[in-house]
């Protein structure tokens, strides 16, 4: 396939629309396959925290940081891949993919577009299942800080709430408790 507009030498020009096409598509299908693997850490971390197996969270969230480094180097691939496509195309330079799809037409964008399609949903579903995990792990830290909040208050004596719902300190007292029996 050629644009019709000859390099400056007078030799016809290859359309690099094709090969453009075939780079976003790879770039879209990796980035899906990224936001499936960060939907799975999520997924681990939350029945970590669900089965209150808290020594797996850490390594998760190092799991999920990589992940979302990765997602995050792919997505300015994505970015640039797309702009060189669009300005091929002769769409301004930040057109989006469906700006492009549209510009391709159905027959050479469809895989463009269900890709772009199923990104969105996974990104969105990651969105979602995220702030349902980091809802869930915020409600556990305020759990254990309530237990530990009760245990000081126990062992102080005093079993008294002060102004601002915490119970207040009693005078520090030495003790000790057994759990061997």
Known sequence: M????????GTPRIDAVPSLVRGLEATLATQAE???RFLDAIGRKRDAIRNADLDRV??????????VD???RLDRR???????????????SDSTVSDVVAALGAADG?????????????????????????????SLARHMAGIVQSVTGALSGTGVYG?????????????????TT
Do not use: C, F, M, N
């Open 2 to 9: 050629s644009t019709g507009q000859p390099t400056p030498d």
């Open 34 to 36: 990224g936001y499936r």
């Open 58 to 67: 850490p390594e998760i969230a190092r799991i999920e940081e990589q992940i």
């Open 70 to 72: 990765r997602l995050e």
């Open 78 to 92: 994505r970015d640039e891949e797309s702009r060189r496509l669009a300005e091929t195309l002769g769409l301004a």
């Open 110 to 138: 469809s895989k463009l577009a269900v890709l772009a399609t199923q990104l969105r949903e996974l990104i969105e579903r990651s969105k979602q299942e995220h702030s349902v995990v980091r809802a869930a792990a915020d």
């Open 163 to 179: 102004r601002q719902g915490r119970l207040r300190d009693g005078s520090s007292l030495a003790t000790g408790l057994d759990l």
